[in-house]
């Protein structure tokens, strides 16, 4: 039995009326066609075609994916929906704002896998001899830039 995470559903972006009529014309037309996407048992794609084919009793197919944790999950619905979908800027800047969380999560938790919070040899070499030759991140940089807007 298909579980419905509310976390999960609600990070994609509701379909516009049209969308989702056109989307239910072309399963009633040519069926599901693309299998729906699990963890378990729980739906991380296909939320609208499982909506779709549960309410008119069509069949379709699941395929399962695995991850880590509930965060790499996040971050892979983002970016599938970004690729998927013309979204408005908001959308995309929510999206990558919920990506800026989940990969600093991600990024903790690896760091405490490979041995804490120690600060790598070449950061401390790089401090040492005062060498700002380091590439610097901007996170707020990296948001607008995958989000194709200005900061």
Same mark, same amino acid.
């Given at each position: 039995?298909?579980? =419905?995470?509310?976390?999960?559903? &609600? ?21 599901? $066609?693309?299998?729906? %996407? ?5 739906? =991380? ?5 499982? @909506?779709?084919?549960? $309410? +008119? ?8 994916? @695995?991850? @880590?944790?509930? &965060?790499? =999950? ?8 970004? *690729? ?18 989940? +990969? ?19 950061? %401390?070499?790089?401090? %040492? ?18 989000? *194709?807007?200005?900061?």
């Amino acid at each position: 039995m298909i579980q =419905i995470d509310k976390e999960f559903q &609600a990070l994609i972006p509701p379909l516009a009326a049209e969308e989702k009529a056109q989307l239910e014309a072309n399963i009633v037309a040519d069926g599901c $066609r693309d299998p729906l %996407v699990v963890w378990g048992d729980t739906l =991380i794609d296909g939320h609208n075609r499982y @909506e779709i084919c549960t $309410r +008119l009793e069509l069949p379709f197919n699941t395929v399962q994916k @695995e991850f @880590e944790t509930r &965060a790499h =999950i996040r971050v892979w619905m983002r970016q599938l929906q970004r *690729g998927r979908r013309n979204l408005p800027h908001a959308w995309i800047i929510d999206l990558e704002l919920g990506n800026k969380a989940d +990969l600093a999560e991600i990024g903790r938790a690896n760091q405490s896998a490979a041995g804490g919070d120690k600060v790598s040899e070449k950061a %401390v070499t790089a401090f %040492v001899k005062n060498d700002n030759t380091a590439p610097k991140h901007n996170t707020r940089n990296e948001i607008a830039k995958a989000a *194709g807007v200005s900061t």
